[in-house]
């Protein structure tokens, strides 16, 4: 179910921030934050599961690293400010007077990639770094794109699923042997939302070095069969 997916990356969610949490966490008010770590939201609509995670990974387990949400804006207007307003965050419909308040950007929409390059274009030309949520991009060539724009304004920019960061990679980090073989399993849900999260997981443990790649199965239950350099292989199920 839908929300047993979100059970599932709940605690690793948060890990995309830098650290893991567990738990619903009340949302308080934000406090003056320093400059130099101060983060805007930027989204579709406000009201989505990410921004409220993010945001209580923020106030909550990551309070003590000293980041706050000072600004966010959503082009459906109404709902993101009403957003904002439940959760004490000024809300801003001028990029450039958002821009003045922070000193990083997110760009959450996570479940309307298709989005993300025009939210780029209006964002990107602030230079400051941002971070794109998953899923980044609906296809390669937008994918292209949004790089190509980030060149192109020297913007630091970093897009990743929440399961880059798990306890995984640390302990293959930990070993000397080499991971011959790695099979992960995604939360379920549709393949064109979901499939990030066990891609990102193997991809981050056996490197990038794919050399040949097959999907079968039903679109409910599809399955990635990889080839990588060296003869080592992955099987990635959504």
Request: glycine fraction near 8%; include cysteine.
């Amino acid at each position: 179910s839908k929300n047993n997916r979100r059970a599932f990356l709940k605690t690793a969610a948060v890990a995309t921030l830098g650290a893991t949490f567990a738990g619903q966490l009340p949302v308080r008010a934000a406090e003056p934050a320093p400059a130099g770590k101060r983060i805007g939201f930027v989204d579709l609509n406000l009201e989505n599961y990410h921004a409220n995670v993010f945001l209580q990974a923020l106030r909550g387990p990551l309070a003590s690293r000293g980041f706050t949400v000072t600004g966010a804006t959503g082009t459906m207007t109404a709902e993101s400010r009403a957003w904002a307003e439940k959760n004490n965050i000024p809300f801003f419909e001028k990029d450039a007077d958002l821009n003045a308040a922070v000193d990083f950007f997110m760009i959450i929409a996570p479940s309307n990639p298709e989005v993300h390059f025009d939210l780029c274009q209006r964002i990107f030309p602030f230079r400051k770094p941002t971070y794109v949520d998953k899923t980044f991009a609906p296809n390669h060539d937008i994918a292209q794109k949004i790089f190509a724009l980030a060149d192109k304004h020297g913007t630091p920019m970093q897009t990743s699923s929440s399961l880059r960061y798990t306890n995984v990679q640390d302990e293959v980090r930990k070993s000397d042997a080499k991971v011959e073989h790695m099979i992960t399993w995604g939360p379920g849900g549709t393949y064109d939302e979901y499939a990030i999260h066990p891609v990102e997981l193997l991809i981050s443990v056996m490197g990038h070095e794919a050399t040949a790649l097959m999907r079968r199965g039903a679109p409910e239950r599809a399955q990635l069969l990889v080839d990588f350099t060296g003869g080592r292989t992955g099987v990635v199920n959504v």
